[in-house]
């Protein structure tokens, strides 16, 4: 009797393992096909640009866009709560005059799920309802998902 449980508990536990493997696998084979592997070429506009920090270039590719009108506002989000504006604007200087204006700082985003809730706040305060998003392409299946659930009814690029 102890021993049939013991083989049948011994299968089971295999068979889960196997089953969460493929589905592991499975589930990481969908995300490699969401990364885009191109950079997005834009034309059209949005009302605003929001980037999530984390790699250098990304913050100034959303200052160009928003330099070259691709939308009215920048949202930086996930600042370090020390970092000051023109501490950023030193790093651009080209587009320096932008930081008096129309870009906006957010210091409480931590995660991507911050940035999100961040982003639909900043958004609803200047009645945007579409917004170029600004990340890197490892990152950008898991921003739409989190941005697409705060803000469903928003156009998001």
Same mark, same amino acid.
């Given at each position: 009797?102890?021993?049939?449980?013991?083989?049948?508990?011994?299968?089971? +536990?295999?068979?889960?393992?196997?089953?969460? !493997?493929?589905?592991?696998? /499975?589930?990481?084979?969908?995300?490699?096909?969401?990364?885009? +592997? %191109?950079?997005? $070429? *834009?034309?059209? +506009?949005?009302? &605003?640009? /929001?980037?999530?920090? &984390?790699?250098?270039?990304?913050?100034?590719?959303?200052? %160009?866009?928003?330099? $070259?009108?691709?939308?009215?506002?920048?949202?930086? =989000?996930? /600042?370090?709560?020390? +970092? #000051? !504006?023109?501490? @950023?604007?030193?790093? $651009?200087?080209?587009?320096?005059?932008?930081?008096?204006?129309? @870009?906006?700082?957010?210091? =409480?985003? *931590?995660?991507?799920?911050?940035?999100?809730? %961040?982003?639909? #706040?900043?958004? #609803?305060?200047?009645?945007?309802? =579409?917004?170029? /998003?600004?990340? =890197?392409?490892?990152?950008?299946?898991?921003?739409?998902?989190?941005?697409?659930?705060?803000?469903?009814?928003?156009? *998001?690029?």
């Amino acid at each position: 009797m102890f021993g049939s449980i013991a083989r049948f508990i011994g299968f089971f +536990t295999i068979t889960a393992g196997a089953a969460g !493997a493929v589905l592991l696998g /499975v589930g990481f084979c969908w995300y490699l096909l969401k990364v885009p +592997t %191109e950079e997005v $070429t *834009l034309d059209r +506009t949005a009302d &605003g640009i /929001v980037v999530l920090t &984390g790699a250098a270039a990304r913050i100034p590719d959303a200052i %160009e866009l928003l330099a $070259t009108d691709h939308g009215k506002r920048l949202l930086i =989000s996930g /600042v370090h709560r020390d +970092t #000051r !504006a023109r501490e @950023i604007a030193r790093l $651009t200087p080209v587009y320096a005059k932008y930081f008096a204006c129309c @870009i906006d700082l957010d210091r =409480s985003a *931590l995660n991507t799920f911050g940035n999100a809730l %961040e982003t639909k #706040r900043w958004a #609803r305060e200047h009645n945007f309802n =579409s917004l170029i /998003v600004v990340t =890197s392409n490892w990152h950008m299946p898991r921003a739409m998902a989190e941005l697409e659930h705060q803000m469903p009814d928003a156009a *998001l690029i």
